[in-house]
């Protein structure tokens, strides 16, 4: 049978079921977690920053939970067959692009694709659970909008998305015939009048709008990074604005998809401290992750750490995020603390939010605008200053700083009006952002714990003692003695 006979009907044992993945999911509890994880993560017009986060915080449940042994004796089983008949690859489809107006999986429009490589036994079984992974955190995208609130999709849907065991002319001429048929064909195998001329294996691209599908290689991200650098303020015209302005967070999701599978570290952004800290423990997580990825032969690894270094050093130059320079259309602007400065109709006992550096301290909320001023609100009208006269609780416990985003101003101002007659800053809350933003970086650096994406931030009043945890996401009202 031709290749091109095989492609038109496909054998069974060529495609990785979805009873599989179905199986796996239910067996071990990870499409309960999936669920809770994608249920939490729902935002009103959710940004790329959001979407990344979540992409990796998906695949990094994928990469934790072991298959059952019943689904990886059937999956080596269909590996062995793949691989007498010359099948090395992983060929897995993926949803187009979301678009206004669907709130579904669109099953008939499957026409972008991404190569993973088999390798032996123990390789095959975890490339098929990163491909598995790469699904569903498309999935997590199209369900993360709230205003939609879309179900999660049904087995028919994803039986669309099965990944299929295919060789490298098989890949290659799969994806030139979607083009025809869709006009739209996914950047990761380039073909020349049927024949193929290379495959890029294990590559994923991030979407970003207006522009092509961006390759996550250190050869791509490059350009980006060096455009960032040559911004000395932003009111240069053009500063800060297109695909550039994505460059730090596109980078450090390039990172922290290459760390986590090659370290697989319980915190699905134990990376970034990597990037930010000076402290022993990165040097140490540094060196991990510099030999996996020699020893897995992947060059772009050390290229890429530089590059989020890079990034990240410009980020701390420029005196706000260089993300949030540009406001797309469809954003709500930033909240100030005018709203903090009215006292709230009801109180919150506890506050739940994204963990987005780790640790667990007890401190007294102080308010910080996005530009490091004070609060609007009693008890603390003069802002963080405040802490050097506020309550006892203050100078013992230290200052919890409440701001919108946790910025490079906001970051400054709060520890350099807390470093006398307080106990200092202790945690930060913010009412945005999202693991891979710049907040949690600069909370990392410092070795302070961070919860973001607190929605109802302005329920708790300033100067209220609170407990901040940044392992799980909480920020719990302090009641009685403590």
Known sequence: MSERADRASPQPEHNIPTSCLLEYLAATGLGTRLALLIEGRRYQNPDLEQLWSSAIEVEQLFLQTELPERTERELLELVDRANEGGRELLLVPLPSPRSAGRSRLDPLQARRYELLSLGPHAQAVRSVRVAWARIWGEVAAWCSDASTAPSLPSRAELER??????????????????????????????????????????????????????????????????????????????????????????????????????????????????????????????????????????????????????????????????????????????????????????????????????????????????????????????????AQGGPAAMAREGVVVACERLTVPVFQAALASTAAGSGGVVAFVEHAGTPLGLGALLARERGLPCVSSVGDLEFIEDGTPVAVDGEMGLVTVVTGPR
């Not at 979607?178 to 001329?197: I, L, Q």
């Not at 402290?279 to 540094?286: D, F, N, T, V, Y």
């Open 161 to 386: 998305f099965e990944p299929k065991l295919v060789s490298t002319t098989t890949a290659a001429a799969s994806v030139a015939d979607a083009a025809v048929a869709d006009e739209y064909s996914g950047p990761a195998v380039a073909a020349t009048d049927g024949e193929p001329s290379e495959v890029t294996v294990d590559l994923r691209y991030a979407e970003l709008p207006g522009s092509a599908p961006v390759p996550l290689a250190a050869e791509t991200l490059e350009p980006l990074v060096h455009r960032l650098e040559q911004i000395r303020s932003l009111a240069e015209p053009g500063a800060g604005d297109g695909v550039t302005a994505w460059a730090p967070m596109l980078v450090r999701y390039a990172l922290g998809l290459r760390y986590n599978r090659v370290i697989a570290p319980a915190d699905p952004f134990e990376f970034l401290g990597v990037i930010a800290s000076v402290h022993a423990e990165a040097e140490r997580l540094s060196e991990a992750y510099l030999a996996g990825v020699e020893a897995a032969g992947d060059h772009d690894g050390r290229r890429l750490l530089a590059l989020a270094r890079r990034a990240y050093a410009v980020e701390r130059r420029i005196s706000r995020s260089v993300r949030w320079t540009g406001t797309a259309p469809s954003e709500a602007p930033p909240r100030t603390t005018a709203r903090a400065a009215r006292r709230p109709l009801l109180a919150a006992q506890q506050l739940v939010g994204i963990a987005t550096a780790p640790g667990r301290v007890r401190g007294v909320v102080v308010r910080v605008a996005a530009n490091g001023a004070g609060g609007e609100g009693p008890p603390a009208d003069a802002g963080v200053a405040a």
